[in-house]
């Protein structure tokens, strides 16, 4: 299969979820990736760069808000006119977000980090490798993201467990991740 078939096939599963069982599985999720990082070392004074999720997406909220717990800066892709920026995120409730171009919710301040700063990538993507490989949305500018993060960042990709593939086309710009979480165990 071609990238765009890949992405279409994993929309479409994403989609067909009912609420309860995106909720259930991104919570298996979200434990599996505090476990990881916990046991990393992240912790008070850490940066954490996730994403706010569209509909089918994985949510991130309870990770998000055991992030903040545990005294790290948060932060998220931000829509600056130009161009997406890494923005601390100060919290999860309205007051803290506003909608993105693309209508996915962003950090509603403009207090940005760079990339270099961060300690660990919660990445999104439609389909994933075990070996740390992805496919996106197509807009490219999450690698460049993961092109400016510090060597020893750790990068993990996000997945429901139908996302996880045995291989995928890759491309020389395409950044390779430290692991994948999803909802099973891999």
């Avoid at 950090?107 to 740390?132: Q, R, Y």
């Avoid at 510090?150 to 996000?158: D, E, I, N, R, T």
């Avoid at 086309?169 to 909802?183: K, N």
């Amino acid at each position: 299969m071609d990238k765009g078939e890949i992405r279409r096939e994993m929309r479409a599963r994403r989609k067909a979820l009912s609420a309860e069982e995106r909720a259930v599985r991104s919570a298996a999720i979200c434990e599996r990736l505090a476990s990881k990082t916990e046991s990393a070392g992240v912790g008070e004074g850490s940066v954490v760069a996730v994403y706010l999720a569209s509909t089918d997406e994985i949510d991130l909220g309870a990770y998000i808000e055991r992030m903040f717990r545990l005294g790290c800066r948060v932060v998220a892709p931000r829509w600056n006119g130009e161009t997406y920026e890494l923005a601390v995120l100060k919290g999860l409730e309205a007051r803290h977000l506003r909608r993105g171009p693309m209508g996915i919710m962003e950090p509603a301040d403009a207090e940005t980090v760079a990339a270099k700063e961060v300690s660990v990538w919660i990445v999104p993507g439609l389909a994933f490798t075990c070996d740390g490989r992805r496919i996106g949305y197509g807009g490219g500018w999450y690698d460049s993201f993961l092109s400016a993060a510090s060597h020893g960042a750790l990068k993990l990709g996000v997945a429901f467990s139908f996302q996880l593939v045995d291989s995928l086309p890759v491309e020389p710009h395409d950044v390779p991740l430290t692991a994948v979480i999803s909802d099973s165990a891999n």
